[in-house]
């Protein structure tokens, strides 16, 4: 299966997904962060702390204490090391003009910045800054190595595969990763559903399960 019929296959079933959910630029950035390694109520949690304490500004995050920013999100986990690149991230965007730099000169500096590997920046280039990177996470590799869509598995091998087989549209990037994460939360989960799967069909993984 190729990367655009998997987009019309789950597109079709699901429709779309608008994300990301957030109302600001900041916010989407700040959600990138919080969102490693935790599930997206626990983010939920932390987002609403800030916003009750209309911290959800650069310069609020740079001019309170380090302190007062665990305390508020606490609720995602890893909560010291993610304000530390809260705030590192937040430094970072508040200095530099984004909106007019390439983004391949973005991204080189975004995934220099500790905390900030190659999903969270390109997540933050999509979703904050609509740029048209494809973001790879675990469940992206999971459901390409389960429809068998390419034998690669690095992040940057995945990335390409998508990117040179689509084309560069930041709305239908931005659809497609939502998609895999919905799929990959409802149905194609650790323990695949592959009896109730649309999928089904066309996927070498079903096959497996079923011998
Ligand atoms: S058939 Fe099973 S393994 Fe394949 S995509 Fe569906 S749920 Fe995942």
Sequence with gaps: MTPHELFKRLKSHYGSQNWWPAE??????????????????????????????????????????????????????????????????TAFVYNNNIKNTPTKKIREKLIKIKGVGPETADSILLYAYKRPVFVIDAYTKRLVRRLGITDKEKYGELQHHFQSSLPEDTQLYAEFHALIVEHSKKICRKSPQCDRCFIKNDCPESFSQEN
């Design 24 to 89: 600001t630029t900041y916010e989407v950035i700040v959600g990138a962060v919080l969102t490693q390694n935790t599930n997206w109520n626990n983010v939920e949690k932390a987002i609403e702390n800030l916003k009750k304490e209309n911290m959800l500004f650069p310069e609020k995050i740079l001019e309170k204490s380090p302190e007062y920013l665990k305390k508020l999100i606490k609720p995602s986990g890893f909560y010291n090391a993610k304000a530390s690149t809260l705030r590192r991230l």
